[in-house]
Structures are given as C-alpha cells and as structure tokens.
C-alpha cells in the first residue's frame, strides 16, 4: 500500500474532515472519527487501534496524536521480543 504510514482523511460533502485512517503493515490499523461522546456530552474524535478503543479526544490533531504514541509505544515493546525470536532463528 502506498499510503502506509500516513494519515488519509475522508471529507464530508461539505469539506469537513469526518473520519482518518493510518496502516503500519499488517499490524496496526487505526481510526479516528468523529462521534458523540457521551462522557464529555459533546462530540468528540474517537481514537480506535485494531479495533480497541483509546478514547475521546475533543480535537482531531489530539486523537491522531494519542494513535501514533500508543503505535510507537507497542513497537518500542516489542523490540526485546523480536531479538529473542531472531537469536531463536539462528540456532
């Protein structure tokens, strides 16, 4: 996919954005739309990474931005994991 890694947004008819989507790979696919948001009783940005929720964020920029820390925070925990499954593949 040539738009791996970068945020597409989908615009309404009027122009406003409504909803973004990001894929790293096969691994991460991620979310955000705007919704109701009952907690805050206000529409909000609704964060979501394979289908988990992250939450409400009253700002698109917030939302994208709790994504790529959540993505990048799994990644960073993985990396001891993957150098085992290497040295294991080695043997």
């Given at each position: 996919m040539a738009d791996q890694g970068h945020w597409n947004d989908y615009q309404n008819k009027e122009g406003r954005i409504v909803s973004s989507t990001i894929h790293f790979g096969p691994v991460?696919?991620?979310?955000?739309?705007?919704?109701?948001?009952?907690?805050?009783?206000?529409?909000?940005?609704?964060?979501?990474?394979?289908?988990?929720?992250?939450?409400?964020?009253?700002?698109?920029e917030q939302a994208k931005a709790r994504i790529d820390w959540e993505v990048w925070n799994r990644v960073r925990q993985m990396v001891p994991g993957y150098k085992l499954l290497l040295e294991r593949r080695a043997e």
């Open positions: 991460f696919r991620c979310e955000v739309s705007h919704s109701w948001c009952a907690e805050m009783n206000a529409s909000a940005w609704r964060c979501l990474l394979n289908g988990e929720a992250l939450g409400h964020y009253p700002r698109i």
